[in-house]
């Protein structure tokens, strides 16, 4: 209710902030690698557009205070981050907030890791695409080239930190860049949104913390237009392109582009996206083990004579799928159904993070819940929600006829009696009969255990492939094709 509340108004709390910032975390690794590459190659553009946007600001403005002059600058490229927020950019230095869904383990290491790789692949394509335009518009001869020289001057000051001040810069950078993205988890009102984003970016770019995405612009700029640029540009100036000869491409990514970049992952995803979810995501509950319920198969009739020999040669053991499809406690409901469906089961174990069996989720659970609800589900209902804690489950041990026989013959429908053995129900029915008729309200699907371990699981399914040689020998389903069309010409 209260979350229904503050959507209504717009607002979250920074506890709910917490749970836009998880969807954000996941949203941003689950997108397919074309639309990945595709955002981040736009938000490369917005942030060079940024930058260009920022020069022009700034050339000219040498009778300000140096202060006042970066301050307008930095206002000026908070458009980029505008442009990605409300537009749907993928950008490197917001990306790294998914370190909360590994958190989570609602991703791997490597989806991370992959995403991550992804985003600033895109961010570079991007940066060349609005680099190779600029340089054909030959902006840097705005304003008899100042425009150019001040562009030389920001990209050959990037080059002369020491490492570790790169370094520090870049987690700077992005600290102020991710809470500026984390503050837009408080409202869904755009106008608001943009509003919030501005100072956090503009002190960032005021102050000259590094920012690695807008680095692959504005260096290769500088690194351009000092080999490009004609020499009536470098005589207008009164400078030399000598002046500017450690703009090359070997200083920009190891002086500048690799501490920055790894100073802007430990910003963003450890300073800001970390530390939020240490503080305000939901303690981690003790999942106590689910409780085991093993069928009772004393009271099995399928020992017989003549099946003695089956019921021993047909064990779980032989026949059980490994468990490879589990769950996790914490898990959304809709995560988990996708898991299912491409899987194509109707349900799956839910295991701790050290591996100890604390539930069932199934399909049928699932359903229920939804109706329950009127079909409008809590939306950030989790497995844990909806598993059940009671399981029955089988040894590898267990015969396939005894399981085969539990699943679907319940002795008390099929001899109604009194505890004192007197019958409750007359019927003509014979005792075939009866069995074919009856309900049977009993799983589908067991949890295999031993030694209280999960070693894999026994369905339906491969209960009839252990039993289907009953039937005879193996016929050829093309036999069977071809035998029905010679009848239907006959």
């Known amino acids: ?32 690698t074309r639309t990945t590459i595709a955002l981040a190659i736009t938000a490369g553009v917005f942030i060079g557009l940024a930058f260009v946007f920022y020069i022009t600001v700034t050339t000219g403005g040498g009778n300000m205070s140096w202060g006042i002059n970066r301050l307008f600058g930095g206002l000026a490229f908070s458009l980029g981050l505008i442009l990605v927020v409300i537009c749907g950019g993928e950008l490197f230095t917001s990306t790294v907030l998914s370190s909360v869904a590994r958190a989570n383990k609602h991703i791997t290491t490597g989806k991370m890791l992959t995403t991550w790789m992804k985003v600033y692949f895109g961010n570079f394509i991007g940066a060349m695409l609005l680099l190779t335009l600029v340089s054909m518009a030959n902006l840097y001869q705005l304003d008899g080239g100042q425009w150019g020289l001040n562009a030389l001057n920001i990209a050959q000051h990037k080059l002369h930190h020491q490492p570790m001040e790169a370094f520090a810069l870049g987690i700077l950078c992005n600290l102020l860049v991710c809470l500026a993205i984390w503050m837009t988890f408080c409202s869904e009102n755009m106008m608001t949104k943009m509003a919030i984003m501005v100072l956090p970016v503009a002190m960032f770019v005021s102050t000259g913390f590094e920012h690695s995405v807008a680095n692959m612009f504005m260096v290769p700029l500088g690194i351009t237009i000092q080999n490009v640029a004609p020499e009536s540009f470098w005589l207008g100036l009164g400078v030399s392109p000598e002046q500017y000869a450690d703009l090359n491409i070997h200083n920009f990514i190891f002086s500048n582009l690799i501490p920055v970049t790894l100073g802007n992952i430990v910003g963003g995803g450890v300073l800001v996206g970390l530390s939020y979810w240490a503080i305000f995501s939901s303690p981690k509950e003790h999942h106590s083990t689910a409780t085991i319920i093993t069928p009772d198969f004393s009271n099995s009739t399928v020992l017989t004579k003549d099946n003695a020999m089956l019921q021993e040669n047909l064990l779980v ?3 059980m799928r490994p468990a490879t499809t589990t769950l996790l406690p914490g898990m959304p409901v809709a995560e988990a159904l996708d898991i299912l469906i491409k899987e194509g089961l109707s349900g799956a174990p839910v295991l701790s993070s050290d591996q100890r069996l604390v539930g069932f989720f199934s399909i049928h659970d699932t359903l229920v819940d939804l109706w329950c609800s009127d079909y409008m589900p809590e939306a950030e209902c989790k497995v844990q929600d909806l598993m059940r804690h009671e399981i029955q489950t089988v040894g590898p041990e267990n015969s396939i006829l005894e399981i085969a026989e539990y699943m679907c013959i319940d002795k008390n429908i099929l001899y109604p009696v009194s505890s004192g053995g007197i019958a409750t129900q007359l019927t003509t029915l014979s005792l075939n009969e009866r069995a074919r008729t009856m309900v049977v309200n009993r799983p589908h699907s067991f949890p295999v255990v031993k030694d209280d371990q999960l070693v894999g699981m026994i369905s339906r399914n491969e209960i009839i492939k252990a039993l289907r040689p009953v039937y005879g020998s193996l016929v050829s389903v093309t036999s069977i094709d071809n035998s029905q069309q010679e009848a239907e010409i006959a």
């Open 1 to 32: 209710m209260a979350t229904a509340m503050a959507s209504n108004n717009n607002n979250f709390t920074p506890k709910e902030m917490m749970k836009q910032a998880e969807k954000y975390a996941v949203g941003k690794a689950s997108k397919p």
């Open 317 to 319: 053991n032989d026949y």
